[in-house]
Nanobody, 119 residues
């Protein structure tokens, strides 16, 4: 069993910054994909950033402003968000595509953390 817990969301003014954290617990054998999604009211959940085979991918809307990273020692993934815009307002979810110690491949999602960008 893998559990993901996000933190770091909140209210920030346009142009401000936030760092989201996603702490993982449980036994993970291989990490195939790790990333962040977001969902704004009335919109579909969209991929924001992900790490695949040590390479990073970003949505065009956040490229140059957001940075995804992970700390293997702390079992934690981060999303550094700079130059935030009102359109970044959404619930942000971390996810992983992993093989667990039970040799089971599955996707796991965090509970979500609200990011609101407003003056």
């Amino acid at each position: 069993q893998v559990q993901l817990v996000e933190s770091g969301g909140g209210l920030v003014q346009p142009g401000g910054s936030l760092r989201l954290s996603c702490a993982a617990s449980g036994t993970i054998f291989n990490i195939h994909v790790a990333g962040w999604y977001r969902q704004a009211p009335g919109k579909e959940r969209e991929l924001v950033a992900q790490i695949v085979s040590s390479s990073t991918n970003y949505a065009d809307s956040v490229k140059g402003r957001f940075t995804i990273s992970r700390d293997r020692g702390k079992n934690t993934m981060y999303l550094q968000m700079n130059s935030l815009k009102p359109e970044d307002t959404a619930v942000y979810f971390c996810y992983v595509d992993v093989t667990t110690g039970w040799n089971q491949r599955a996707n796991y999602w965090g509970q979500g953390t609200q990011v609101t960008v407003s003056s």
